[in-house]
């Protein structure tokens, strides 16, 4: 079966660094996406990578490495409007995107 | 000004009752999908169009019907809501389907059976 896994939620303190993972497994591969979801709203576009590395956009970041299945959104100087859902979602081989249930992320002051 | 736009964003409906979401987009992106997303769950896929072209997921129920009349205009017709229906309803857009795409969402539509 197709499976994406990351951390149910994390918590972390305003100006500080975090890293959410997200590990795959799944038919094929065509690409990962980075989605930010805020509570009751949809989400929006973060990233995407294809090929193993780092892709960086401002305070956001996101790596891939594809022969170990694994990525990660890194989240730098947080503020408290970082906090949100951010959905890990894979594109197989028929181009269907799976997703991940999301990590919710708290930031405290 | 926002380019993927659901009607309405909120509904409350009885149990049984039919109700019918709009999405409507700006882009004139050939693809359009309809997902289900439950409170803490990843968005299920429930179909998706290329032009035209429907594509039914294999485990969306017979509940659940689509109408895409022309490349601007998709519908979500749940002919008889039950209790576990009640999610939020997202639609989607992206330029091409079988080849990678960022997804453009519409703000949802929150669907509520009492």
């Known amino acids: 079966g197709q499976n994406i896994d990351q951390p149910t939620e994390m918590t972390a303190t305003e100006g500080a660094i975090v890293q959410i993972n997200c590990t795959y497994q799944?038919?094929?591969?065509?690409?990962l996406f980075w989605y930010q979801q805020h509570a009751g709203e949809a989400p929006t576009f973060l990233s995407y990578?294809?090929l193993d590395g780092l892709e960086e956009k401002g305070r956001f970041s996101s790596f891939l490495s594809r022969s170990k299945g694994y990525s990660y959104l890194l989240l730098k100087e947080l503020q408290m409007k970082d906090s949100a859902s951010y959905l890990c979602a894979v594109m197989d081989s028929n181009y269907q995107l799976i997703w991940g249930a999301g990590t919710k992320l708290i930031i405290k002051p | 000004d926002a380019m993927v736009i659901q009607n309405p964003r909120y509904q409350v409906t009885q149990f049984g009752k039919p109700v019918t979401l709009s999405c409507s987009q700006t882009l004139n992106h050939n693809v359009m999908y309809w997902y289900q997303q439950k409170s803490s769950q990843a968005p299920k896929l429930l179909f998706h169009y290329y032009d035209k072209d429907f594509n039914n997921e294999a485990d969306t129920p017979d509940n659940f019907q689509s109408r895409r009349p022309n490349t601007s205009f998709c519908f979500l017709d749940i002919r008889s809501p039950g209790l576990g229906d009640a999610a939020m309803y997202l639609c989607?857009?992206?330029?091409?389907?079988?080849?990678?795409?960022?997804?453009?969402f519409g703000e949802g539509s929150r669907l509520t059976v009492l």
């Open positions: 990578n294809v």
């Open positions: 989607a857009t992206s330029r091409v389907t079988g080849a990678p795409g960022e997804l453009f």
């Open positions: 799944t038919s094929g591969f065509n690409g």
